[in-house]
């Protein structure tokens, strides 16, 4: 019987012993600091915005660095003759995303093409483009030029879609004016640019008014004068 309790004391020992050294390793058995995070270098993009360039038309267009690769593709416009006959037309241009394929179209970014003939005429309603009731809206223009949206352009909700709202949404338009070939150089008329400017500025009396126009003649008011130029949308070239 004693024999039979030295067994089973002998037993829980051996087991109480294993337990401890579970609990508590070796000291001599190094350790992992698993307070210090690995160091991941940052990933820095040098990825830039690619600008397409339109020399015949006179506009530059800001596109996403994933835009690399885009291809240009030209249509028309049709006019449909509501007050005028013949309609007039004229170019759509469609920047296409480099992903597009005849499987998976993505969304184009359309810009339509007008004189500025064309687009006096089209917002007088002279004619129209397209069968929805909205008019296409302004991008910009230049001296020759007027870009514009085409109305709902995205109702076609085409792959990615969004991101090409997103990319109009930037103002991604910067125009520059183009030459007219055989044109004169234009002057301006002092006189009509310094009075001119009287219709937006304020004056106490007459005689201040007087003094600021004779002043702006002689020169001294150069703000004026590319004020105008601004309003006008003259070159730096046009003299005095």
């Known amino acids: 019987m004693n024999k039979n309790k030295i067994i089973i004391a002998s037993l829980i020992l051996i087991i109480i012993i294993g337990f401890l050294v579970y609990i508590f390793p070796s000291k001599n058995i190094p350790s992992v600091d698993q307070s210090v995070a690995p160091i991941i270098p940052a990933v820095v993009s040098d990825a830039s915005p690619i600008v397409y360039k339109n020399t015949e038309y006179g506009f ?3 596109l996403p660095a994933n835009w690399q690769g885009y291809s240009i593709i030209k ?4 006019g449909n003759a509501l007050t005028k006959s ?3 037309s004229g170019p759509k241009l469609l920047i296409r995303n480099p992903k597009w394929t005849v499987a998976l179209p ?3 970014l359309p810009i339509l093409v007008f004189t500025t003939q064309q687009w006096n005429s089209y917002i007088a309603e002279d004619f129209s483009i397209g069968a929805a009731p909205f008019k296409a809206s302004e991008l910009a223009h230049n001296n020759k030029y007027v ?5 709902r352009w995205d109702f076609d909700y085409s792959l990615d879609f969004k991101e090409a709202e997103d990319i109009f949404a930037s103002n991604p338009i910067q125009v520059f004016n183009l030459e007219v070939i055989g044109a004169p150089k234009a002057k301006l ?3 009509l640019v310094c009075e001119n400017a009287t219709s937006y500025m304020r004056f106490i009396d007459k005689k201040s008014a007087d003094i600021f126009i004779a002043d ?3 020169g001294k008011h150069p703000e004026v004068i590319e004020k ?3 309003d006008m949308n003259l070159g730096d070239g046009v003299k005095i």
């Open 60 to 62: 530059n267009f800001s």
């Open 147 to 151: 870009f514009a949206l085409p109305a």
């Open 216 to 218: 702006c003649k002689e």
């Open 75 to 78: 249509n028309t416009w049709q």
């Open 228 to 230: 105008y130029k601004a």
């Open 86 to 88: 013949p309609a007039p």
């Open 106 to 108: 993505y969304e184009d």
């Open 189 to 191: 008329n002092i006189d």
